[in-house]
């Protein structure tokens, strides 16, 4: 007897009008929010962290309440140096922590720790912003010590079309591929597909969009996101004596 709720009807038909399913590939359904602090300290250098906290539903009961389990919490720390060819990104350590499910709910978690390094990109018009990023990543469990590293690469296109100034919503598109790398040979791990509205005013970024992966590192899986973000960004005032 199948058991249908309020909750798993709504995200059934929110997800089914934005992605198709596939009868092949295991559904999973996500919330995933983050929190950016930046600062910058001059027109090159700029440090900052950030916190991301994702749930989930219960996939294995083929569940569709994307609120309902922890999925994933991390800290993670950066330095960014601009300069005339793009801003170098530097990410010397960040934290992770991953909840893994049974069908009764939480059963344990998995720690690990990630290092990453690259380059990003932007090129503004008054119709138009164009932005890619480049990023090399190591991983490394915590637990047994197994890691392994992976490239990304990322490209974003938001164009302007409902304001102008320093104040504004709008939309945009952006993807992401993730290969796993191993010696001279590279596997496809996941790609992420992003579109939704940003807000810029001042020194607030804020995004609400929704991400759909896809990830087959040994089996598919599709990952249905709605996906949050908030970055606040100081400016560093230097004294004169």
Same mark, same amino acid.
């Given at each position: ?144 010590? @197994? &890691?392994?590293?992976? !490239?990304?690469? #990322?490209? =974003? ?6 304001? *102008? ?16 790398? @191993? &010696?001279?040979?590279? !596997?496809?791990? #996941?790609? =992420? ?6 807000? *810029? ?16 590192? @040994? ?23």
């Amino acid at each position: 007897m199948i058991r249908l709720t309020f909750a798993s009807v709504f995200w059934r038909l929110f997800f089914l009008f934005l992605i198709p399913f596939e009868a092949e590939a295991q559904n999973h359904y996500e919330f995933w929010s983050k929190l950016a602090i930046e600062k910058k300290l001059d027109t090159h250098w700029s440090v900052g962290f950030d916190a991301q906290h994702r749930l989930q539903s219960n996939y294995i009961l083929n569940r569709t309440n994307p609120f309902k389990y922890r999925l994933f919490d991390n800290i993670r720390v950066w330095v960014n140096y601009k300069t005339s060819i793009g801003t170098v990104v530097v990410s010397p350590y960040a934290l992770f922590r991953n909840y893994d499910l049974n069908t009764d709910g939480f059963i344990n978690h998995k720690d690990e720790w990630r290092m990453a390094i690259g380059i990003q990109k932007s090129r503004q018009t008054a119709q138009l912003e164009l932005a890619g990023r480049f990023l090399a990543e190591h991983r490394q469990s915590i637990v047994d010590n @197994n &890691g392994f590293d992976r !490239v990304r690469f #990322q490209i =974003r296109l938001r164009p302007m079309v409902f304001g *102008k100034g320093h104040s504004n919503f709008q939309p945009y598109i952006q993807e992401e591929y993730f290969y796993r790398v @191993n &010696g001279y040979q590279s !596997v496809f791990d #996941q790609n =992420r597909i992003q579109t939704g509205i940003k807000h *810029k005013k001042e020194r607030w970024d804020i995004n609400f969009a929704y991400q759909n992966t896809t990830q087959h590192p @040994n089996q598919l899986h599709f990952r249905h996101q709605i996906y949050t973000s908030l970055q606040y960004t100081i400016q560093l005032t230097l004294k004169k004596n």
